[in-house]
Every structure is written in C-alpha cells, then in structure tokens.
C-alpha cells in the first residue's frame, strides 16, 4: 500500500480496494448527511419559522376529531375479518332465522340481547332457603317493572321480550315454579329427569347446572337441593310482528339492557349479592376504559416531562440549563401523537379502545429521538453559528432518528395487515403517530434547540430570556465550553460503574447473571399459553369483569356446536341417514366433546330406512310434520315445502372449554369431520 511523507495510507489506493457494497454505503451515507445537514442549517438560521409548522399541521389534523368513529365491537374487533365462524353465522341467520315468539336459547347463533343476572347469598349458603327465595322472587318481579320509553311510548320486559308459547323465555325461571319444589320435596323428580335435565311440563329441557352452577348437589332420593347460586337470563328480542311485518326493535331492547343495568347499579338488599352483564357489556366497558387510559396518559406526560427535564438540567449553571427543552420535546411527542391519530381519524379509520395504548409507546419512542438530537447537539462545537452547529447535529443524529422511526413505522404497516381488526386500527394509527413524532422532533425541539444555543451564544438566561448572563462575556467561549464537559458527570460516572464488570471476576458475574436469565426465559416461553378471555380486557373495578368472573368461578360454559344441511337431500334413504349418523358418532368420540348430550330431530324421530321404507319425500314430509307437532322446538330447526326438507339443524355439546387455540382446533376437527360426511353440511360454534 503506497503511503504519503507521513506514512498515513493514499486514498487512492484504499479506493481502488473498497467493494461495491462499501462504496454503495458511503455515498448513501454522504448523501443523507448532507440532506440532514442542510435541513439542520435551514432550521438553525429561521427557528422561529419552523417551530410554527407542527402547530399549522396539528391544527389541520385536528379537523379529523370532528369525523371521529369510535368501534368497540367486540365482534368485529376480536374475532379475524372474514372468518369461516362469521361466514357460517351469516349463513345460519339466512338459513334459519330466529323465530322470537317461538324462541329457544340453544338455537342463537350468537347469543341474542339478554339481561344475565347472578344472586349468591352473602353468607355464601344455600341460595334455595325460604327466605331467599321470597328475596329472590321480589327481584324477580321488580325486574318484570322495569321499563324504557321510546316514541312517547313505554316498555315494559313483557313487551320486548322473546317469547314461547306466548310467555317470556327467562332463563332459571324454573326457581319460582311452585311445581318443581313440590315435585322434589315429593322426591317426584327424578320422573322428570335425564342426564341432568329436567323437562317440566312445558317439555322444555331444562339444564339444572346451567341454573344452579357447577357446584349443585341434588338429592333426588331425599328431595334436597343445594345450591350457591342462582343465574337468570332476561331474553329480548330483535323483532316484532306488527301489522303482519316483521319490526326491527333491536334499539328499544338495547335501551331495556341499559335500563337492566341502571336497576342493578343502585340496587342493594341485605341477603343477596348480584353480579350483572349485558349482551353489549364488554363494548361498552372497553368504551369506558377509555377514560382511565385517558387519564394514566395525562400521567405519563407530566412523568416523562420531570424525568426529561432533570436529565437535562444536571449540566452547567442554571443561566444555561436546557431545562424548558425537555417539556418542548415532550411537547413534540404530544403533538404528533395528536396529529397522527387526527390524520388517521380523517381519512376515515376508526378508532378502537386498543388505541388508546399507543400514547404509552409513543412517548418511549419520542423521548428516543429528543435524547438523541441533544446528545448530538452536544457533541458539535461551541464556537460555531447556531446554524451551523444545527447543521453539524443533525448530520451526526439524523439517520440515528430515521433507522429507529422508520423501522418501528415499517413494523407497525407489517402488523396492520394481520386479521384482527383491532389490532390493524391499532397499528395504523401507531405508525401515523410515530411518522409525525418524526417530523415533529426534527421541526419543533431542532427549532427549540436552536433558540437555546441562541441565547448562549448572546448570553441570555435561557429560562428568562430577557435577562443577561454577566457571568459570562463573548470573550469567555473556550473557558465555557470547558466548563460545560465539567458539568457533564455522565461519561466518567458510568467508567466508574462499568469498569468493575470487565475485570475477570465481573465477566463470571455477567455470564451467571446472563445464563440465568436466559433459562427463566426459555422456562416461561414454555409456560406460555395462547389464549384469552374478552373479560381480561376490562378494568378490574367493571362490574362486567366482577360477572365474568364469578360466571368462571361458579358455572362452566359448555357452548353448543351447530351443525347445518344447508341443501335438501334423500333423508329418506339409508345411506344418507348412516352418513348424519356417522358424523355424529365420530364427532362425539372427539376429545374435548360431549358424548352424552346430543340435540338432533333425527334421534327422537328414530328413523330407520327399515321402519319407513319410502319411495320418495312426500311420505317423509307428512311423518316430520306430525314430528313437529309432537315436539315444535324443532320447528326452528328444520325449514321444509311440501316434498322437501330445505334445511335441518342439530346440536352437539362441548365437554370443555379452555379459551384458547385447543377450541379453535376442535372446531376444524369437526368441520374436517363434516367435509369427509361429503354431505352439504356445515358446523358453527356459537361466538361469545
């Protein structure tokens, strides 16, 4: 290598040797250090110009707010867009829509609008004593007085509820029948039981556990029952037939639901204790933990603010402190997220509860870049021109700022084309709010920086401008910028913490420490468990949270599988009927399922080919309309002409629940299951 007289290498030849990739890097570099440059010599020469953009631009992007669409469904913000799950459920509400005068629970495909109430005495005894059922009765009838009024009319429970056989479909309204007591003092009951449901002489089924939760214990023998607590559901409906046309009255029944929960917010007695929800519970407490996020974000500021500020101001006399700098860069960090999230709002994205996390990031990420641009304002001279000392800031910060918004930018548009709806708006409105932090801290803490070496350099008291610093002369730059590395105790305190970590004994300590952590690691990524329950999402002072958790603690939910025949076929002839019957057996002996519970019209029919030898569907039809006169809760299940069965519907039950990825792959087992039938055949499990 050829040298030059003082025996430092020509550049000539190390150009000839650097590869493509490395000339590649060093043009790129020059280029954005030269771009950066010039933006920091702009903003250095005109601060007061530039530190007006952020605040036109957060005005413009507020105009978003006055558009703002606020959706906390929990449908659409939980469940992945287009699911299979969301399209069966369409395709059931098509098929076979409830029939609200003749309404059963199991067969919602969603769980309808409903009023969930559970009592437990408070000395957490047996719920069915006298005295608490005279208790209970009492809430029950004060809830039937409930009421809403909507057009200068007024509704009552009766009004909007669903309704079978012209009476209202409360669940665990079985506790105030006089004749099921009777029959269990009478030790009658076991008449009417079978595998846990009483059928009572409505002949509705009814499941006792789904009333009195896990924990009951009947005694059929002594005619005892205990239980600790009791579960009522207040079913509404969406429709009414008025006039001989089907009326949408899904409003007047929401407002009844907000009704339900005005009465159980002031209600008190002395005996019982109740916990609540409605259908939209979960919807509306997410809109509520807006509030509290609201409120900790406040809190976060004001932190961030005095941590920044004393970072900052533990340097130099208190004339030069840069302490306002810390709220400007705050500010900036404010700004942007204002900005991003009016952008967002503006150009017609919704917003969600899972929003109002990202302030907490973006504060993270702001304070980064403000951190950055001062370090690298310190590290430039002194004695040069506030523009130019800019200029030199941000051509050492600048792609510092650039890699880590543009990289957490890019991350975030990666994240927003996942399924999830929620997750998408939270990303979108993230990465707007990170883009515009960027800017914000180029344009409006570079500004404020400037301004500061301003009046440095003019010898102003930068926290009161007007006053001269006598301390110091212009004559005096070399001794304060001496004074200055004085003032800054950082690098030689952290030497002194550092240095005892790489004698041997400190490298041991280190490597302990580090292989330690990383087996706690490894060890709690495979404690980890996918899975979560909407009820997690709430404040811990919810009353929707309060309900779920005792619904978990007191009663299992076992939801139902829907399985549906979407087009007509032969159910006249054998080897169809083997197929429906193979499915279901298979489907049952599947772990994770049921196998004594099963809600088919064909298994209480007990069809055989051999017993009804039918040439066509005609006969068939005629035997399933005398079916359903005998049995009409099957009525909504099947939907037949006159020489047709259009479309049948049974049930299967879940044997356990674990809110996670094991339901989610029982549910494909039964859908492989229903493909490999080869029969038009679909399976849904009810969405909660």
């Known amino acids: 290598m050829s040298t030059n007289n003082d025996g430092i290498p020509n550049n000539r030849t190390m150009l000839r040797k650097r590869n493509l990739f490395e000339y590649l890097f060093l043009e790129c570099n020059k280029f954005y250090e030269s ?13 007061y110009a530039f530190i007006c953009i952020p605040f036109l631009l957060t005005g413009l992007c507020l105009l978003g707010f006055l558009r703002l669409n606020m959706n906390n469904n929990a449908d659409e913000l939980f469940i992945p867009v287009n699911s299979k799950s969301l399209r069966d459920r369409d395709i059931v509400a098509k098929l076979l829509p ?48 409930v009421n809403v009024t909507y057009n200068n009319q007024t509704y009552f429970y009766k009004d909007l ?74 079913n509404l409906r969406r429709t009414t037939m008025k006039n001989n046309k089907n009326e949408n009255i899904e ?10 929960l005005e009465f159980f917010r002031h209600f008190e007695s002395i005996m019982i204790d109740v916990f609540y929800s409605v259908s939209t519970s979960i919807d509306q407490e997410l809109e509520n933990n807006i509030n509290l996020d609201m409120f900790l974000v406040v809190i976060t500021f004001v932190v961030m603010i005095i941590v920044t500020t004393i970072c900052l101001s533990l340097r130099g006399p208190m004339a030069q402190s840069p302490a306002y700098l810390s709220a400007i860069g705050v500010l900036a960090t404010m700004l942007g997220l204002v900005s991003g999230f009016g952008f967002c709002a503006l150009i017609g994205i919704p917003m969600c509860s899972l929003v109002f996390a990202t302030p907490f990031l973006i504060i993270g990420v702001g304070t980064d870049d403000m951190f950055l641009i001062f370090s690298a304002y310190h590290r430039t001279k002194s004695s040069e021109t506030t523009s130019q000392r800019l200029a030199d800031t941000f051509r050492i910060c600048g792609s510092g700022i650039t890699i880590t918004s543009l990289t957490n930018i890019i991350a975030f548009l990666v994240g927003a084309i996942t ?13 707007a709010s990170i883009a515009f932090c960027y800017f914000y801290q ?29 301390a110091q002369t212009p004559n005096t730059r070399r001794r304060r910028r001496r004074h200055r590395q004085q003032c800054l105790p950082w690098k030689e305190m952290f030497v002194y913490v550092i240095r005892p970590l790489f004698t041997t004994c400190g490298q041991v ?96 029919l007990a069809y055989d080919s051999q017993d009804y030898p039918f040439d066509n569907g005609t006969e068939f039809i005629g035997i399933l309309r005398g079916f359903i006169n005998l049995f009409p809760t099957f ?54």
Not at 35 to 47: M, N
Request: neutral net charge.
């Open 635 to 688: 009525d909504n299940d099947l939907l037949l002409n006159n020489t047709h069965l259009l479309v049948s519907r049974f049930y299967l039950q879940f044997g356990r629940v674990f809110y996670n990825s094991s339901d989610g792959y029982l549910v494909n087992q039964l859908r492989s299951l229903a493909e490999q039938s080869k029969l038009p055949i679909k399976g849904m499990k009810q969405i909660v």
């Open 442 to 470: 180029i344009l409006l803490f570079g500004s404020a920086v400037a301004i500061y070496n301003g009046f440095i350099n003019n010898n102003r008291h930068t926290l009161v401008p007007c006053i001269v610093d006598h």
């Open 419 to 431: 399924d999830f709806y929620g997750i998408r708006l939270f990303c979108f409105y993230t990465s």
């Open 35 to 47: 771009q950066f440059s010039t933006v920091g010599k702009h903003i250095g020469s005109r601060p």
């Open 98 to 145: 409830m029939n609200y005068d003749e309404y059963y629970l199991h067969q919602d495909y969603d769980f309808g609008l409903f009023g969930d109430v559970i009592f437990i005495a408070k000395d957490y005894r047996n719920i069915a004593r006298p005295v608490l059922k005279t208790e209970l009765e009492r809430i029950y009838n004060l809830v039937q007085h």
């Open 251 to 260: 409003i007047i029944s929401r407002m009844w639901e907000q009704a339900f």
């Open 509 to 604: 300590i280190v490597c302990i420490v580090f292989l330690i952590f990383t087996i706690s690691a490894f060890y709690g990524a495979l404690q980890m468990r996918d899975g979560m329950k909407l009820g997690q999402l709430l404040s811990d002072k919810s009353y929707a949270n309060h309900y779920f958790d005792k619904f978990d603690k007191e009663f299992e939910p076992y939801p139902l599988v829907h399985f549906i025949i979407t087009e007509p076929i032969p159910y006249w002839r054998d080897d169809y009927m083997k197929r429906i019957r193979n499915l279901v057996k298979t489907a049952k002996e599947l772990e994770g399922m049921n196998h004594k519970v099963e809600i088919s019209w064909f298994s209480l």
């Open 161 to 234: 509820c669903a309704k079978r056989i012209n009476k209202c479909v409360t669940e665990g309204e079985l506790f105030f029948r006089e004749n099921f007591w009777k029959r269990l003092n009478d030790t009658e009951l076991h008449k009417y039981m079978v595998n846990d449901l009483y059928t009572d002489d409505d002949g509705v089924p009814n499941l006792l556990t789904f009333i009195f939760g896990k924990n009951l214990k009947l005694d059929l023998d002594k005619g005892t029952l205990y239980a600790k607590t009791l579960k009522l559901r207040f």
